[in-house]
């Protein structure tokens, strides 16, 4: 089994072995290969395609979670330029689960906060596996109070299985550090838009989500709780975290759908990591197109327009 | 269930079940589920649920909880007709709107939230509770809802806020619905800071994810009844985490305010005459 393949891409991945096989055998040899090779890349493609226009929530909680799927300091690197990490929270430590720090886009300085994920072993358990600790949310709140002092529109990038759930993470306060990023974000006097580039885990992720867009790339997700987790409690079975999946509605289209979240970037086929110059791009202009358009909007009127968004979230009836 | 000896002992028509349903006559003893005390109900009620042997505070309704802390007369309740809708159509094992139905009939609310408004000695206030027996007490639409039209009231009338919870967190068969009410609760709660209108935040047991997680720690004051749960994460989930044994009275009251999260743990019978007295001094009233 290809690793850098999910489960229900395996097929895809017979293909592209067999395809990079014939590859080194036109290298060692003077046969010509190339019909076959094209025939089988056509192949691929066409296989791709079909699978990728069919994706269940299940698979889709997969691709968000895909170990070769690019991370903020991807996107970072990819769509700004100057950027210069900040560190710490001032108080206790520096939580490497989350990023941030101030960079351009285009020739606008703006700032930069987002979960970070490690790529290997060694990266992951230093990263946390990307769940934030209270001083990774004091963190990020101490630089967007320092975005609003410049003036310095603030984007986000969410991917976290969620906020850490250990016992240090508890004793320094995780729910008093989550909700006071909540309570200031909501009239923070500056734009904010947030993108969900991988998973969106519930108050962990929302810690950093409040603003006046918010973004989803195409295979990631926004739950309240994991399907897995979903499953246990309430299937007491974690093996039906894709029924829960599907209930949850956790994906960009459900979502958008359910205007909770405001437009989706299309990933490239197969997913953001199969093309990370593709996905950058993208992102950059839905990017410069929000940033134009909030910039534009003064200061007072901006947070009016964010409270009202957040007051509308959640149907209800009302018999009186 | 199990049956414990004394409830054999006791004449089948004043036996109390485990979940005591409305308008069956309820018995006239009750155990303390902490030190198994057999108290006597209408001594019991008199303590405020507080057992008199061991002072452990046991779980009460959202009602009798404002009807122990408001004014009697100045009570009028706010909201009470929102209820739910299964806008997503959720289905687990159960249905949502079945699950509804059920709580609704087991408690006697429409939802997990009841908010009043009335007066706490003469001083006016907005004072909500949560119902923990439907569905635990789960944050949805409804309850944000009715949240928002609660510090409406208080920013109108520039009168505090006080909030009991007691709550699972985030009610999952409303989704990401329900996560988004963090961000509604807690934003309406920075209106109210910004004009200088107080909020109190009771955590009760058990105080628990997205409401811990948002409006409960906001408070410009928060108080913990003594030895509630409370935290982010559920104690199995963190013991299953970091695979090591969690430390004693770990995530009770006790603990948070060890820890700095809370300002104070006040006995349930003394509860009313100190926030009284706290919230005249914090709108620079004459005691």
Redesign the interface.
């Known amino acids: 089994m290809n690793l850098d393949y999910l489960d229900f891409e395996q097929p895809i991945a017979e293909l592209e072995e067999k395809i990079e096989e014939l590859r080194n055998i036109v290298d060692d040899s003077e046969i010509n290969l190339n019909d076959e090779i094209s025939r089988l890349q056509e192949k691929s493609l066409a296989l791709t395609e079909s699978i990728f226009s069919s994706l269940t929530p299940w698979q889709i909680s997969q691709l968000s979670r895909h170990p070769l799927r690019p991370y903020t300091l991807n996107y970072i690197e990819n769509i700004f330029t100057d950027f210069c990490e900040l560190h710490g929270d001032r108080h206790f430590s520096d939580d490497p689960a989350i990023v941030g720090g101030i960079a351009r886009l285009n020739d606008q300085p703006v700032m930069i906060i987002g979960q970070q994920k490690g790529r290997d072993t060694k990266e992951k358990i230093r990263r946390n596996f990307g769940m934030p600790k209270p001083e990774g949310y004091r963190k990020a709140l101490r630089l967007m109070q320092m975005a609003e002092k410049f003036h310095l529109p603030l984007i986000t990038f969410i991917d976290t299985p969620g906020a850490y759930p250990g016992i240090d993470a508890e004793e320094r306060g995780q729910s008093e550090a989550i909700a006071r990023n909540l309570f200031e974000m909501s009239s923070l006097k500056t734009p904010i838009i947030c993108v969900i580039i991988g998973e969106g885990g519930s108050g962990g992720a929302l810690a950093i989500g409040v603003g006046d867009k918010t973004i989803m790339l195409e295979y990631s997700t926004y739950s309240v709780i994991s399907p897995e987790g979903c499953a246990s409690i309430l299937w007491k079975d974690a093996e039906k975290a894709s029924l829960a999946a599907e209930a949850l509605g956790i994906t960009s289209d459900r979502l958008h759908e359910l205007k909770l979240i405001d437009e989706i970037v299309k990933e490239p086929l197969g997913g953001a990591h199969r093309n990370m110059e593709d996905i950058s791009v993208k992102l950059k202009d839905s990017l410069s197109n929000s940033l134009t358009e909030l910039t534009q909007i003064d200061s007072g009127q901006l947070i009016e327009k964010r409270y009202q968004r957040m007051m509308q979230y959640g149907e209800y009836k009302d018999e009186a | 269930m199990a049956i414990s000896w004394f409830e054999k002992l006791v004449p089948s028509r004043i036996r109390t079940d485990g979940v005591s349903k409305r308008n069956v006559p309820e018995g006239l003893w009750q155990k303390c589920p902490k030190c198994n005390a057999i108290l006597y109900k209408a001594e019991l009620e008199r303590n405020l649920d507080v057992c008199f042997k061991c002072d452990h505070h046991l779980r009460i309704s959202a009602r009798r909880r404002l009807e122990i802390f408001l004014d009697e007369g100045t009570r009028e309740e706010v909201?009470?007709?929102?209820?739910?809708?299964d806008?997503?159509k959720?289905?687990?094992?159960k249905k949502y709107k079945d699950r509804l139905v059920i709580a609704q009939k087991n408690t006697g609310e429409k939802d997990s939230f009841v908010v009043m408004k009335g007066q706490i000695e003469g001083v006016p206030v907005v004072a909500a509770a949560f119902e923990f027996k439907f569905m635990g007490g789960s944050m949805?639409?409804?309850m944000?809802?009715k949240f928002?039209r609660a510090a409406n009231i208080c920013l109108a009338e520039e009168i505090p806020l006080i909030v009991f919870s007691a709550s699972g967190g985030?009610r999952?068969q409303?989704?990401?619905?329900?996560?988004?009410?963090?961000?509604?609760t807690?934003?309406?709660?920075?209106?109210m800071?910004?004009k200088g209108i107080p909020y109190v935040s009771v955590l009760t047991d058990p105080t628990m994810?997205?409401v811990?997680?948002?409006?409960?720690?906001?408070g410009d004051i928060c108080v913990g009844e003594p030895k509630a749960l409370?935290?982010?994460?559920?104690p199995r989930?963190?013991e299953q985490?970091?695979r090591?044994k969690?430390?004693k009275g770990?995530?009770r009251s006790e603990f948070l305010l060890d820890?700095?999260?809370l300002d104070m743990i006040l006995d349930r019978r003394e509860m009313k005459a100190k926030m009284v007295s706290v919230l005249k001094m914090l709108l620079n009233k004459t005691p």
């Open positions: 909201a009470e007709n929102i209820e739910a809708v806008s997503l959720f289905k687990d094992s949805g639409a409804v944000g809802e928002i985030a999952m409303e989704a990401l619905f329900s996560l988004m009410q963090m961000a509604k807690s934003a309406v709660l920075k209106k800071s910004d994810g997205g811990s997680a948002s409006f409960a720690m906001l409370i935290g982010f994460a559920g989930v963190i985490t970091v090591e969690l430390p770990f995530q820890h700095g999260a």
